[in-house]
């Protein structure tokens, strides 16, 4: 599917910027972001209230496709940097 979209001038701009600082084309972004906008939607829409529940295989690969839309690049934490201490200050 072809999609054209009309952005602001502000909103090429950050969208440019953001592309560059990751290395990529501004189109590869645009696609990745919408792409985990998409798959956002997509398990909304598997859970309504009061309506019919999915079932667990629905519900694992929603879980799939919501996990492989996160970043991959991000700094891994420690596990000083995850500790109660470094969250809270020093406890006693």
């Avoid at 950050?14 to 398990?43: H, S, W, Y």
Wanted: charged share 35%; proline share 3%; net charge negative.
């Amino acid at each position: 599917m072809s999609i054209t979209i009309t952005l602001t001038d502000a909103q090429e701009r950050t969208l440019r910027r953001a592309a560059e600082t990751r290395g990529k084309r501004d189109d590869e972004l645009a696609r990745e972001l919408l792409q985990r906008e998409i798959e956002a939607l997509a398990c909304e829409m598997l859970v309504e209230p009061g309506g019919p529940q999915p079932d667990a295989t629905e519900r694992a690969n929603a879980f799939r496709a919501w996990a492989e839309g996160h970043r991959r690049d991000t700094a891994l934490l420690t596990d000083a940097g995850i500790s109660r201490a470094s969250i809270y200050g020093h406890t006693r």
